[in-house]
DNA sequence: ACGTCAAATGAACCTCGGTTAATTACACCG
DNA sequence: CGGTGTAATTAACCGAGGTTCATTTGACGT
């Protein structure tokens, strides 16, 4: 019986980023997930027009991925970068799942892994959907507060959905009141 | 060695729905997934102001449940209803876990089937994030014609965000391109 | 203290979608 | 046929956010 824990020590690879490094470019065959193991990374989408859209933060204890480029071989649909200088282990997804076809434990903690990443992507969703990007906004500094404080004001712009100049008028705003 | 087919025949619980039956609302506890045969379901956000945003479509052979209904045992974070008359199959989660937790085969369906979650979560991320309400709508119509086709204006409007009013123009945009 | 560079703020103008309300289109039924 | 109810369209007005560009702030090195 395998636990997650020692698959990441049996089979992980350790990367050290400096700020500004990437692990994988939109558009990279990459089938890894990564586990942050201290530093922030940022994963985001890149536009035609240049503009880039932040899909999450990740902070120490993330674990990240492409799932189309894990599950299906496909080109990542993101990048990532290292927004400050950070320790990283690859996964290879491939062997994880793999090995999970023979270990039950492992595929229960995979399964605890997908399901906390569905309700992750649940709530962003519905942030997105239903709520402006005003109370976005707050929405982020009172869930993350410690990942807010860490990132530039353009990062956290980019990641409620609109422009750093948007996000100066709402902290204006809010000042006021 | 369960399959989840298997699973579902056992376990499963058939529901008939007529079109405006809801399954659960917002707010219920209701740990179970639900697998819909025939019809059509939507599931939805509703506001404090009434308004509702569709988080997604179900049409034959979807699987839908809340996450941190079924993961948490928390109140569901959307309603279901049925916009078709409907047969789904209930079934429940914390069944289907445990039953996992001694079955391998049936972990890894389940591994199965929250990736698909994960990555139908990360496309919808995507679109929600970097694409117009006008690119949105396309998009629909293009992915899924077969569900277009079946829901009414005011549904497609509020899956893409918008109001039934700015879908309408949207359309008059295209035609006289 | 000064210069440099990047981040953040601010202002002017524009576009898209929301809001409200009226109008049209269409299905169903007596 | 006309009547009723619902869905869809249209129009007029408004506000949030985008775009472009200028200004200010702050961190850092000299």
């Known amino acids: 019986m395998t636990s997650f824990q020692q698959f990441v020590e049996q089979a992980g690879r350790p990367i050290s980023l400096a700020k500004g490094d990437h692990l994988f470019l939109q558009g990279d065959v990459d089938s890894s997930a990564y586990l942050v193991s201290t530093g922030m990374l940022k994963a985001y989408y890149l536009r035609e027009d240049g ?14 991925g492409s799932m189309v480029a894990m599950l299906d071989g496909e ?12 320790e990283v282990i690859a996964l290879p997804y491939r062997q994880l799942a793999e090995a999970a076809q ?15 990443y569905g309700r992750r992507k649940e709530r962003r969703e519905f942030e997105l959907l239903s709520m402006s990007a005003e109370d ?4 982020l500094l009172a869930e993350m507060p410690h990942v807010a404080e860490r990132v530039s004001q353009a990062d956290l712009a980019s990641y409620t959905g609109i422009t750093p100049q948007a996000l100066s008028r709402i902290k204006r705003r809010n000042k006021t009141r």
């Open 51 to 64: 503009r880039e859209h932040i899909k999450s933060f990740l902070p120490e204890g993330s674990v990240i």
């Open 75 to 86: 080109a990542c649909t993101f990048s990532l970068v290292a927004i400050e200088d950070s």
């Open 102 to 116: 023979g270990d039950l434990a492992l595929a229960n903690s995979l399964v605890g892994f997908l399901a906390a």
């Open 136 to 139: 976005r906004y707050a929405n």
